[in-house]
């Protein structure tokens, strides 16, 4: 029994550093999961909101330097007033698909983690993202439908109030605007150094990235692929340990039973070729009658 449960505590080590270095190789940061934080964090935060006032929220220490807003408005308004809060301004004549009675709109500014959730190969980011996303909204709290815009007038205008001029003096900043799966469009900035959008998302402000002769992996990627590594030479070591304790009990059951073997009855034995057979000792049954009359 002490042999199986120290070959258990080994196998259990090293599975438990194998899971360990491939959760981390393949960890990352996820733009879609941040923003439904943030969506069950406002509603967690506030209930009952007013309509029509923009609530800040007070993010918990780890996501300091994000700034996180919500507004609950009413469709009719929204399409008649237009919103504009925050860096984003929202004109009339701008519709929710689907409609709804009520809608609330969300707002990020990812702050000094911009290029840790979205990065970039070409471009360098010289403003932090800002975005919004809408949802439908019920009298006490936001629901999870995520609504669309169908803008019928003038485009949604986006106002960046600091841009690192230092960091692209050289280039001209364009708007970049992210779209899923780590698709971005980059497009011109207006004369009032605007990003224009006819729909919901996520935006920033880029300028070209030096060229270098030889791109090469930063150290951040080395480390994945080293996790990477490491996990998977370690489930190939699980492996074989398990195939050598499937062996070695194997080995063990033979090596019982032919001890019970040697403990019954036994048997002469003879050889057959290089094969020792067992053999046991012939005895002729006598013959006689049942009965001693004869006829």
């Given at each position: 029994m ?7 505590n080994?196998?259990w ?31 967690a ?57 009520r809608?609330?709109?969300?707002y990020e ?15 360098t ?22 609504i669309?815009f ?7 205008a986006?106002?960046?109030?600091h841009?690192d001029?230092?960091?692209?003096q050289n280039?001209?900043p364009?708007?970049i ?12 900035m ?13 935006f920033?402000i ?22 990477l ?19 070695l ?36 049954t ?10």
């Open positions: 002490e042999f199986f449960k120290s070959w258990y080994v196998i080590l090293i599975f438990s550093l194998s899971l360990t270095s491939f959760v981390q190789a393949s960890y990352g940061y996820d733009s879609e999961s941040l923003s439904t934080f943030f969506h069950d964090y406002a509603n935060s506030v209930r009952n909101p007013h309509t029509g006032i923009l609530y800040n929220l007070s993010l918990p220490a780890n996501f300091s330097g994000m700034e996180v807003s919500f507004a609950r408005i009413l469709s009719a308004k929204f399409w008649s007033r237009g919103v504009n809060f925050s860096s984003f301004y929202i004109p009339p004549r701008v519709l929710p698909m689907p409609y709804v009675k809608l609330a709109i969300v500014n990812l702050g000094n983690w911009s290029s840790v959730y979205y990065q970039l190969s070409n471009y980011l010289v403003a932090p993202v800002v975005g919004f996303l809408a949802y439908d909204s019920n009298p006490s709290a936001m629901g999870i439908q995520k669309n169908s803008t019928q007038g003038d485009p949604i986006i106002r960046f109030p841009i001029v230092q960091a692209g280039f001209t364009k708007c605007e992210f779209g899923a799966g780590g698709s971005f469009e980059i497009k011109n207006t004369e009032a150094n605007e990003c224009l959008t006819h729909g919901e998302g996520h920033s880029v300028v070209p990235s030096p060229e270098t002769p030889t791109p090469m992996p930063t150290p951040k990627k080395k480390e994945r692929w080293k996790g590594v490491a996990g998977i030479f370690g489930l190939v070591l699980l492996g074989l340990v398990m195939i050598v304790m499937y062996k009990v194997r080995r063990r059951q033979i090596r019982g039973m032919e001890k019970q073997s040697e403990k019954d009855v036994a048997f002469n034995t003879f050889w057959v070729g290089r094969s020792k057979m067992p053999s046991a000792s012939m005895t002729r006598q013959p006689h009658l049942e009965q001693e009359y004869v006829p």
